[in-house]
T-cell receptor
Framework: DAKTTQPPSMDCAEGRAANLPCNHS???????VYWYRQIHSQGPQYIIHGLKNNETNEMASLIITEDRKSSTLILPHATLRDTAVYYC?????????????FGTGTLLAIQP | EAQVTQNPRYLITVTGKKLTVTCSQNMNHEYMSWYRQDPGLGLRQIYYSMNVEVTDKGDVPEGYKVSRKEKRNFPLILESPSPNQTSLYFCASSSDYPRNIQYFGAGTRLSVL
């Protein structure tokens, strides 16, 4: 699985859009980009995933660059409850182990 | 409600006393997995199971056992716990390709004295 690079921490004001970047320059053509988040010591929570096209769901939007070497997770109206560690993970979406490789993620702090 | 349930949530035990952490999912998922999370090391996979009676080692399997006798259950067994197994443990389940969206339990915080 390709390695990802994320900033260690970010701040965002409550009510504003939070934009979390992720670099995955070694991603291969059949690998998906997944985003999970972990709110202090709780189980990681799936947010969104995509392959090539931009994706949107009730939680967030995912913007993937045309060359697929980077992506941005967008939380459109951040609230205090969005304070968490956000993990960008590149994965085949299948495979023998189905293992997710969690890096260090980005600690997003929402400021009141 | 789709759920992965782990028990217990908190456990303090002593070295060498066998324990089992249970994990159950109600989504009819084929795939289940155990991770441990330690400060500075992130989440690491211990064992995984592709289906009933099919299990295999992850990255850090030493000192752990698992079984998958039923599709919904995937217990983690520590036959002789040691202090270096003090950690936060998560169980996860997912359906097959291509979605591979993994659902995690709330976690079990284990302290081995």
């Amino acid at each position: 699985d390709a390695k990802t690079t994320q900033p260690p921490s970010m701040d965002c004001a409550e009510g504003r859009a939070a934009n979390l970047p992720c670099n995955h320059s070694t991603i291969s053509g059949n690998e998906y980009v997944y985003w999970y988040r972990q709110i202090h010591s709780q189980g990681p929570q799936y947010i969104i995933h995509g392959l090539k096209n931009n994706e949107t769901n009730e939680m967030a939007s995912l913007i993937i660059t045309e060359d697929r070497k980077s992506s941005t997770l967008i939380l459109p109206h951040a609230t205090l409850r969005d304070t968490a560690v956000y993990y960008c993970i590149v994965h085949l979406g299948s495979g023998a182990t189905n293992k997710l490789i969690f890096g260090t993620g980005t600690l997003l702090a929402i400021q009141p | 409600e789709a759920q992965v349930t782990q028990n217990p949530r908190y456990l303090i035990t002593v070295t060498g006393k066998k324990l089992t952490v249970t994990c159950s999912q109600n989504m009819n998922h084929e795939y289940m997995s155990w991770y441990r999370q330690d400060p500075g090391l992130g989440l690491r996979q211990i064992y995984y199971s592709m289906n009933v009676e099919v299990t295999d080692k992850g990255d850090v399997p030493e000192g752990y056992k698992v079984s998958r006798k039923e599709k919904r259950n995937f217990p983690l067994i520590l036959e002789s716990p040691s202090p270096n197994q003090t950690s936060l443990y998560f169980c996860a389940s997912s359906s097959d390709y291509p979605r591979n969206i993994q659902y995690f339990g709330a976690g079990t915080r284990l302290s081995v004295l």
